[in-house]
């Protein structure tokens, strides 16, 4: 049963439009200022960052992109995870997302790395991609393979199954494992999803349309790269895919996971009843999203350990 706490708080995500005087949730159309997007997401993302006492914040260039290492106190220096930012290909950054990635690094105890692909419409697809790409070649140059946990949320989460794609089809060696929270794995954005739970999303009204037309800018939506569900998922690592029953971008990670099963992935689907969009990210507000969060630890701590003495 969903606790009382989570009901209040998905509540009052869901009504935030409430407080600012609006009626209406905002309606996204290619009109819509994308900085003005950008702007608000990093606000609201800097009234709740808070860095854990003793991780510290160290920015690195990787691979030619800007990066930032989140490491935990005594963190062991053989094992890293490599984080990619949700934000629709469109916003996010390493300091709107260093607040939980800090804490998911401490948690584990291994230092995380963020970096800050280029975002659409300026850069559209295959930029975010190809800095994918960049900063993981840079980071076998120090760790190896298995050694390196991939995770990300929303657009982030479907960056890090397309980066898995691309480095089979590169024959880069694959990472240990990979954690996609609400991950968005389809920029056609067709889903029953997109139409059934947008009452109850949090995302502004069509935005996942708009965000998509900017990051594709002509590009073919069902190429595997930009769209992970349309590629082929046979010899992916471990994969743990958590998806809120609320979020529009449920049935992507749904979909995703079961292509996945069906091609012979050790994959766990986690589904949140009546969950909003990467609610794991919420913890330790309610205890939905700690148990989450703990599963996700316990995933990610339980693959990067398996090779320590290998």
């Known amino acids: 049963m969903q606790s009382i706490k989570s009901r209040v708080i998905n509540g009052l995500i869901r009504h935030r439009h409430l407080f600012r005087g609006r009626l209406r949730r905002d309606v996204f159309t290619m009109q819509s200022s994308i900085q003005d997007f950008r702007d608000q997401c990093e606000q609201t993302a800097a009234r709740m960052s808070r860095i854990p006492e003793g991780v510290r914040v160290e920015p690195e260039a990787m691979g030619g992109v800007a990066a930032e290492w989140l490491r935990p106190a005594a963190a062991p220096g053989e094992k890293v995870v490599l984080y990619a930012h949700g934000g629709g290909y469109v916003s996010g950054s390493c300091a709107g ?82 954690v996609a929270i609400s991950p968005w794995t389809d920029l056609t954005c067709s889903a029953p999803g997109y139409r059934t739970r947008n009452a109850r999303s949090v995302a502004p009204r069509d935005s996942w349309t708009v965000f998509a037309n900017h990051y594709a800018a002509g590009a073919d939506r069902r190429d595997p790269l930009m769209s992970p569900l349309f590629g082929d998922p046979a010899g992916l690592p471990p994969l743990l895919i958590n998806a809120g029953a609320d979020d529009e971008l449920f049935d992507d990670g749904e979909a995703f996971a079961r292509r996945a099963r069906e091609a012979g992935v050790d994959v766990t689907f986690r589904e949140g009843v009546g969950m909003i969009h990467c609610y794991p990210m919420l913890a330790p507000m309610f205890p939905e999203a700690t148990q989450a969060m703990d599963e996700i630890s316990r995933f990610a701590r339980a693959h990067l350990l398996q090779g320590r003495d290998a």
Request: glycine share 10%; net charge positive; charged share 15%.
């Open 97 to 178: 997302h260093r607040g939980f990635v800090a804490a998911f690094a401490n948690a584990l105890g291994f230092a995380a790395l963020t970096y800050a692909y280029r975002l659409a419409p300026e850069h559209p697809y295959p930029a975010a991609v190809e800095d994918s790409v960049a900063v993981y070649r840079a980071l076998l140059a120090r760790y190896r393979p298995r050694d390196i946990l991939v995770a990300g949320e929303s657009a982030g989460g479907g960056l890090v199954l397309a980066l898995l794609l691309a480095l089979r089809g590169t024959g880069l060696p694959l990472p240990c494992a990979a």
